[in-house]
């Protein structure tokens, strides 16, 4: 969505998507917002509630299912599962997508590695794609004027041009991008403390070949799953970059982690947008 600083100034409804890797600040612009009578949409949060919520308990249950106590609680209906999401506690989606490796150190095959992968890209694309009828729940059911769309991490990465269309159709994208010192400390973030990361096919394929080589490793099962995604996160930051821009040039405006990291209330916030836009035009 395109806009004037003016048009914006005199949008009654106002949807905005924030854009940009995990730890930019997006989660807390939106929770700011939220403050502020704005309906703050979780991409990641809809994945874990909807579309990954089987998937999540499914996986969850296996687990139990080889402890005899709570196997035996589990089949009589002794006791019942539930997943408890919050926008900031997102630990049951982490934990399915997994990480790929060793499984007597919690890694996963190739195969069900990749498998849960296509799972959560589905998911995100559904989720995306749910974006013009939550704002219209935001606005008719919960009363909302506003909206912010707290777009995950990977969106950059679906290779479905249709999804971000549909979301560019609904709302002004606003990506953030991180400074070059900010760059560094989300890296050193990610290496200090190795979290489950959705990949492209084509990139984890790529990037494993050279990881084995480099290492040389002949099998996925002698991975050291935290390894590889120290290994690996760098190399996915810096790919993630241009196709950031890339939706940015084409549907969005730009501002950096140096300009949101000095927001603090919803005026501030509005002033940011204006500045992006000026600065486009």
Not at 10 to 30: E, F, H
Request: hydrophobic fraction near 40%; aromatic fraction near 10%.
């Amino acid at each position: 969505m395109r806009l004037s600083a003016k048009e914006f100034r005199d949008w009654d409804n106002r949807c905005i998507t924030l854009l940009g890797m995990s730890g930019v600040g997006k989660t807390r612009l939106a929770m700011m917002l939220r403050r502020s009578h704005w309906f703050h949409f979780s991409g990641d949060y809809r994945i874990g509630t909807r579309y990954l919520d089987e998937a999540i308990l499914d996986n969850i249950k296996q687990k139990i299912m080889h402890i005899p106590f709570l196997r035996d609680l589990l089949r009589t209906d002794s006791i019942y599962i539930r997943n408890n999401l919050s926008v900031d506690n997102l630990k049951p989606v982490s934990s399915f997508l997994g990480k790929l490796g060793n499984p007597e150190h919690g890694g996963l095959g190739l195969a069900e590695f990749k498998y849960r992968q296509e799972l959560h890209r589905v998911a995100e694309i559904a989720a995306m794609r749910d974006v013009p009828e939550f704002i219209r729940k935001a606005q008719e059911i919960y009363g909302y004027p506003h909206f912010v769309n707290d777009a995950g991490g990977s969106v950059c990465e679906l290779d479905d041009p249709q999804t971000i269309d549909i979301v560019s159709k609904h709302t002004l994208v606003l990506y953030i991008q991180a400074t070059k010192s900010d760059e560094q400390a989300l890296i050193r973030r990610a290496v200090e403390d190795p979290k489950p990361l959705y990949y492209r096919e084509a990139f984890l394929d790529e990037q494993l070949a050279v990881y084995m080589a480099e290492k040389h490793i002949d099998y996925v099962a002698l991975i050291e799953p935290d390894d590889f995604v120290r290994w690996m996160f760098p190399r996915l930051f810096y790919s993630r970059i241009p196709r950031y821009e890339a939706i940015a040039r084409e549907h969005g405006y730009t501002v950096t982690t140096d300009e949101v990291a000095k927001v603090t209330d919803e005026s501030g916030f509005l002033r940011l947008i204006e500045t992006a836009l000026d600065r486009h035009a």
